[in-house]
């Protein structure tokens, strides 16, 4: 025998269907993240090339099972929820700087950007870092050593006044390093387009730019028509050290997702400090990433394993003093005002605020501090 509901059916139906409706809610409600609740279905990271190393933290958040668009250079991962989309630089953005990018993106969550950049465009385009996964730049000028005798800065000028500096136009470390009388303003060449060739015709007879976790192996190795080592002189030791490729907001963006962000940044400390203890997953993955984008830009296994190892050795990516990785120091970030507020103004800039602040380019609010590399000195 058949159950007889006094309920009638239309009546029945829309009472099974509501339950069904509300038991989906809940099931969705459960599986909400704090992460999600707090920044939304995706975060947008805008970067300032192509996948590299240096990068590492905001791939290694993103994981080794995520999506590649290759036409727009996009790499989306997926972590508590949330689905983090990579942007690539350099010819995916047209060679625009990340922070402009931000401005003319409201997608855009944070991009990369170095302190002395956010410094010159602090009062048309103001930023704010949140956390910085690398502590130095590992910007380069390099030459052949047999060809060249360099030992110091001051050497560059003072035996070699007529030898070209080869830079891409725009680095206000080179400005520096002119107003500190190391290098003749006429020895400035700004035609530097990134490619070796200029370095292999010339058997590196003059000096060029390049990062010390990529040019010094692949001149070595992977450009056969070089083939041998170069010597080369590390910025940071130079004494001009802004925070390279920083992860910055809007002031906008700052004040909207301060709850995102608060969850966030403890996880890309993370993903620093899980990248560099493991690093041959996620390089393998880099490398998959670029070989899939078929451009001029190469990884190997090799020059990944290099560059990681250069990160450890040149303290490019190490703890701060009080212990914690990723986390601004004020008195630094005052230091490179000081540098560059003269420089800006000597070249006729009007982009600057003239009485920046620290705290107005980098903050520490959203930092844990216990994060951190295991050392001797950080057990």
Aim: charged content about 15%.
């Amino acid at each position: 025998m058949r159950f007889r509901s006094q309920i009638a059916w239309p009546a029945l139906v829309a009472v099974l269907l509501g339950a069904l409706a509300a038991g989906l809610g809940l099931a969705h409600a459960a599986t909400t993240t704090p992460l999600a609740k707090a920044c939304g279905s995706r975060v947008v990271i805008q970067t300032d090339w192509f996948p590299e190393p240096e990068h590492g933290a905001v791939y290694q958040l993103a994981g080794v099972s995520g999506t590649l668009d290759t036409k727009k250079g996009r790499y989306t991962g997926t972590v508590q929820g949330v689905q983090i989309e990579i942007r690539a630089g350099g010819p995916y953005s047209s060679n625009q700087q990340p922070i402009s990018q931000m401005y003319q993106d409201t997608s855009i969550t944070m991009g990369y950007v170095t302190t002395d950049e956010a410094i010159q465009l602090s009062k048309k385009l103001p930023t704010v870092a949140i956390v910085t996964p690398l502590e130095f730049s590992p910007q380069i000028l390099m030459w052949n050593p047999q060809k060249l005798s360099i030992h110091t800065f001051a050497d560059i000028k003072a035996k070699y006044a007529k030898t070209p500096v080869v830079v891409f136009a725009g680095g206000a470390w080179v400005d520096y390093l002119v107003g500190r009388g190391w290098i003749g303003q006429g020895q400035v060449d700004t035609s530097f387009d990134g490619s070796p060739a200029r370095f292999v015709i010339k058997d590196g007879a003059f000096l060029q730019q390049g990062f010390v976790t990529s040019e010094p192996y692949q001149y070595r190795h992977d450009i056969k028509q070089y083939g041998k080592s170069v010597a080369y002189l590390l910025i940071k030791n130079s004494g001009y050290v802004p925070y390279p490729e920083a992860l910055a907001v809007t002031p906008a963006v700052l004040k909207a997702k301060a709850a995102c962000f608060k969850l966030l940044v403890p996880l890309i400390q993370k993903a620093q400090v899980d990248y560099l203890q493991n690093p041959g997953p996620l390089n393998a993955k880099l490398e998959q990433i670029v070989a899939a984008l078929k451009s001029f830009w190469k990884l190997s296994p090799g020059g990944d394993a290099y560059n990681v190892a250069a990160q450890r050795k040149f303290g490019i990516v190490q703890n701060g003093p009080n212990c914690t990785l990723g986390d601004f120091s004020l008195k630094r970030v005052q230091t490179v005002i000081s540098q560059t507020l003269p420089i800006y103004k000597k070249n006729g800039l009007d982009t600057y605020a003239a009485d920046l602040k620290p705290a107005q380019v980098v903050t520490n609010r959203f930092i844990d501090p216990a994060i951190h590399l295991k050392t001797r000195a950080c057990p």
